[in-house]
């Protein structure tokens, strides 16, 4: 079935550094991935839509100057959280689907990002 | 945008009983309603899905009903097990491209 790897699974970095977060299809080219971010028992917000080759699509909210997404290609995309605060500690989930198949997202299996 | 409301927040059921879990949306538009079980620190796992030309849909233990007039749908667990101890989530979509969640259900089944 489809898999989308993410990477890290986990960060720890000092306020003001940035930390990039890749999101990768192993085995099926996804034009289109999404981030989400996930607070403590709290459920999956969408941040953005990346796409193969074009801008992000950010949802209303969310900075796209601190959420930096690039699709390079059609396996990989990527969220750079820069200059982190504490506050943007949390838990990062990226997904995908494939072209072929279910309709259902596959996710990749997070990162966890500790900002201190 | 979509809006995707979800009840109960948390849920306790003896191991063998039944849970349901509700979820209301929105968007008229939205056509296709999966559901996602997540355990602790770990990605969401699809569970169940369901389109809107059907009304039910069954798979072993879990099942999902829609009615699309009142916009609501649910997902219902039968036998409860100990392992289906963790967070559920309800979610729509119109494009089968952006999905909005629901708020989530902790479920804790009790031995």
């Known amino acids: 079935g489809a898999v989308v790897s993410q990477h890290p699974s986990w960060v720890i970095c000092k306020s003001g550094t940035s930390v990039k977060i890749e999101c990768r299809s192993l085995?099926?080219?996804?034009?289109?991935m999404f981030w989400y971010r996930q607070f403590p028992k709290q459920s999956l917000m969408l941040m953005a839509t990346?796409?193969?080759?074009?801008?992000?699509?950010?949802e209303q909210g969310v900075e796209k100057d601190k959420f930096l997404i690039n699709h390079a290609s059609l396996t990989l995309s990527t969220l750079t959280v820069t200059s982190a605060h504490p506050e943007d500690s949390s838990f990062y989930i990226c997904?995908?689907?494939?072209?072929?198949?279910?309709?259902?997202?596959?996710f990749g299996s997070g990162t966890r990002l500790t900002v201190v | 945008g979509e809006n995707v409301e979800q009840h109960p927040s948390t849920l306790s059921v003896q191991e063998g009983d039944s849970a349901v879990i509700k979820c209301t949306y929105s968007?008229?538009?939205?056509?296709?309603f999966p559901w996602y079980k997540q355990e602790l620190g770990k990605r969401p796992q699809l569970i169940i899905d369901?389109?809107?030309?059907?009304g039910e849909k069954k798979d072993q233990r879990i099942a999902v009903t829609l009615n699309k007039t009142a916009k609501h749908f649910s997902l219902h667990i039968t036998e409860t097990q100990p392992e289906d101890s963790a967070v559920y989530f309800c979610a729509a979509s119109s494009t089968g491209n952006q999905f909005y969640f629901g708020t989530g259900t902790s479920l804790t089944v009790i031995p």
């Open positions: 990346s796409n193969e080759g074009s801008k992000a699509t950010y």
């Open positions: 997904s995908a689907r494939s072209q072929t198949g279910s309709y259902g997202y596959t």
């Open positions: 369901i389109r809107s030309n059907v």
């Open positions: 085995d099926f080219q996804a034009t289109t």
């Open positions: 968007d008229s538009a939205s056509n296709y």
